[in-house]
C-alpha cells in the first residue's frame, strides 16, 4: 500500500518502523472508528462491572451492615465470597472467549451479573448477601480479562496503552459516580417499603441489565465483522498488528504449548506479584473509600459526595500518563511514578491527624492505585505473544489482582477505625514493592532487547513474521519488548 504524502500529523501513528508498508490514512480512520464505536462499549461494560461489584461499600456507610445485622468478620466473608467463584471463572472463561465469540460471551456476563446486582436488593439475611456475592462473582470474573483481550485484539501494541488508560478510567469513573449516583439513590429511602441501600442494587442492577442487552446488537465478534470498518482498513489494522509483533490470532488454534510459554516468561510473573500489590490498593479503596471518608468525620450523603472527587481526579492522571507511556513505548517509569504518588499519599495519611490533610492523602491513594492498574494491564499483554500466552498472561494478571482484591477485604476491620494503621502500612509495603519489581521488570526487558539487537526486528522481516510468531510468540529474536 502507498502512504498518503498529505496526512496530518495528528493522524500519524506512532512509533510503526516501516512507514512504507502501512496505509496511514487507512489506519488512522480505523483506529478513530473503533474510538467511536468500540471503546466506549467495552468501557461501559467495564463501568457497569466495576460499579455493580464495587457498590456494596456504598450500601454498607447507607445501612446495609447494620439491618442485616452483620458482624465486621461476616460483611468482610460476602466480600470474599465474591472473589473466588471470580478467581476460578476467569482462565477458562477467557479462553473460551475465542470459541463461544466475545460478542455473545461479553453480552451475556453482562447481563447474567446485572440480575444478580438487581436481586441483592431484595436479600434480607446473611445468606442470601452470600448467595448473592458468590453469583455476582461467577458472573463478573472473566469481563476484565476478556475485555482487555478483546481490545489487544483490535488495537495493536504501540496504542494500546492510551486505549486501556480510557478504558481503565471506568473503574475511577465508577467510583466518583457510584458516590453521586448513591447519595441520589439515596433520596428513595422508604419508597416501596424499601430501604435507600436496597434502591442502589435494584436501579444499578436494572441499568447493567438494560446495557447488557443493547451489546447484544452492537458488539463485533472481530475485526472481519466489523461493520463500519471497510476493507482497507481491516488491511491496514491486521498489517500493524504483523509489523508491532503482535497478531490477531483470528486463524490461531487453542495450544496448551502457549499456555506453558506463558508461564515459563519471567516477565509474566514479575507483573503478576505487581497486580497483587495494585489489587490490594485498588480494592481497598474501592470497597473502603466511604467507610474512611466517614471516620474524618462526614455524615450522611455527604460521605458518598465527599467519595467522588479522589476518582474524578485519578480518572485525568491515567489517561494522561498512558497517553504519555505510548509516546515514550515505556512502562516501568510511570508505573514506578504512579507507586510513588500512592506512598506518599499512604505517609501523609500516617504522618497526620489534621481531617483536611487526611482527606487531601486520600486523592494520591486513589490517583496512584488507579493509574497503575492501566499501565499493568498495557504491560503484560504488550510482552506476551502469540494469541493464547496473551490470554493466559492477561488472566493470570488479573487473577492476581484479584487475589490482592480478597486481602483488601480483610484490612479495614472496625476496631482499626478511624486510622487503619494496619491496612495503609500494608498498602505502602506492597506499593514500595511494585517500585522495586517495576524496576527489575524493566530492566530485564532492555538486555532482552538488548541481546537480540542484531537480529532483523518483526517490522523489517514481515515476509514469514506471522508465522513464526504464532509458533515462538515474543521468544521469537525478532520481537521487541517494550520496557
Not at 477458562?92 to 451479573?113: D, N
Not at 506499593?431 to 527489575?440: D, G, Q
Request: net charge positive.
Amino acid at each position: 500500500m502507498d502512504v498518503p504524502v498529505d496526512v496530518p500529523p495528528d493522524n500519524k501513528v506512532q512509533d510503526i518502523q516501516v512507514d512504507q508498508q502501512v496505509n496511514h490514512r487507512a489506519l488512522s480512520s480505523a483506529l478513530r472508528k473503533l474510538d467511536l464505536f468500540l471503546l466506549p462499549i467495552a468501557t461501559i461494560a467495564y463501568f457497569l462491572n466495576f460499579l455493580d461489584r464495587s457498590n456494596i461499600g456504598n450500601a454498607k456507610a447507607a445501612g446495609l451492615q447494620t439491618d442485616l445485622k452483620l458482624t465486621n468478620r461476616q460483611y468482610s466473608i460476602a466480600l470474599t465470597v465474591t472473589y473466588v467463584p471470580y478467581i476460578v471463572a476467569e482462565l477458562p472463561l477467557t479462553l473460551a472467549m475465542k470459541r463461544v465469540g466475545p460478542h455473545i460471551l461479553i453480552p451475556t456476563l453482562v447481563v447474567s451479573w446485572g440480575l444478580v446486582t438487581l436481586f441483592q436488593g431484595f436479600v434480607h439475611s446473611y445468606g442470601g448477601l452470600i448467595a448473592a456475592r458468590f453469583f455476582l462473582g461467577l458472573t463478573e470474573g472473566a469481563i476484565l480479562p476478556g475485555l482487555v483481550t478483546y481490545l489487544s485484539s483490535f488495537y495493536h501494541r504501540q496504542v494500546l496503552g492510551k486505549r486501556l488508560a480510557f478504558f481503565f478510567s471506568a473503574t475511577s469513573l465508577a467510583g466518583a459516580f457510584s458516590g453521586l449516583l448513591a447519595s441520589a439513590i439515596l433520596n428513595m429511602e422508604g419508597v416501596s417499603g424499601k430501604r435507600g441501600w436496597q434502591w442502589i442494587f435494584i436501579l444499578e442492577g436494572l441499568l447493567t441489565v438494560v446495557c447488557g442487552a443493547i451489546t447484544f446488537f452492537i458488539l463485533p465478534q472481530d475485526l472481519s465483522t466489523a461493520r463500519y470498518l471497510t476493507i482497507e482498513e481491516r488491511d491496514a489494522l491486521r498489517l500493524a498488528h504483523e509489523i508491532d509483533g503482535g497478531a490477531t490470532a483470528a486463524h490461531e488454534r487453542f495450544s496448551f504449548k502457549h499456555m506453558v510459554q506463558a508461564m515459563r516468561s519471567p516477565q509474566l510473573w514479575m507483573v503478576f506479584a505487581m497486580f497483587f500489590g495494585n489489587g490490594v490498593t485498588l480494592y481497598s479503596l474501592a470497597y473502603f473509600a466511604p467507610t474512611i471518608v466517614q471516620g474524618l468525620g462526614y455524615k450522611g450523603i455527604s460521605i458518598q459526595l465527599h467519595s467522588v472527587p479522589p476518582y474524578a481526579c485519578s480518572a485525568f492522571v491515567a489517561v494522561v500518563a498512558c497517553y504519555m507511556s505510548d509516546r515514550l513505548r515505556h512502562r516501568g517509569s510511570f508505573i514506578v511514578g504512579a507507586s510513588i504518588i500512592s506512598i506518599i499519599g499512604y505517609a501523609m495519611f500516617l504522618g497526620s491527624t489534621n481531617h483536611h490533610t487526611l482527606y487531601g492523602s486520600l486523592f494520591l491513594q486513589v490517583i496512584g492505585a488507579y493509574t497503575m492498574a492501566p499501565l499493568l494491564s498495557t504491560w503484560m499483554p504488550n510482552n506476551l505473544a502469540p494469541y493464547y500466552t496473551r490470554v493466559t498472561g492477561i488472566a493470570f494478571g488479573f487473577i492476581s489482582t484479584n487475589s490482592g482484591g480478597i486481602l483488601s477485604t480483610w484490612l479495614f476491620p472496625t476496631t482499626d477505625a478511624p486510622r487503619y494503621k494496619k491496612a495503609t502500612w500494608t498498602a505502602m509495603g506492597l506499593s514500595i514493592s511494585i517500585v522495586v519489581l517495576a524496576i527489575m521488570n524493566s530492566i530485564f526487558l532492555a538486555i532482552q532487547n538488548k541481546n537480540r539487537g542484531t537480529v532483523p526486528t518483526v517490522q523489517e522481516n514481515l515476509e514469514d513474521s506471522v508465522n513464526s510468531l504464532d509458533d515462538l510468540g515474543d521468544k521469537d529474536p525478532r520481537f521487541r519488548y517494550i520496557t
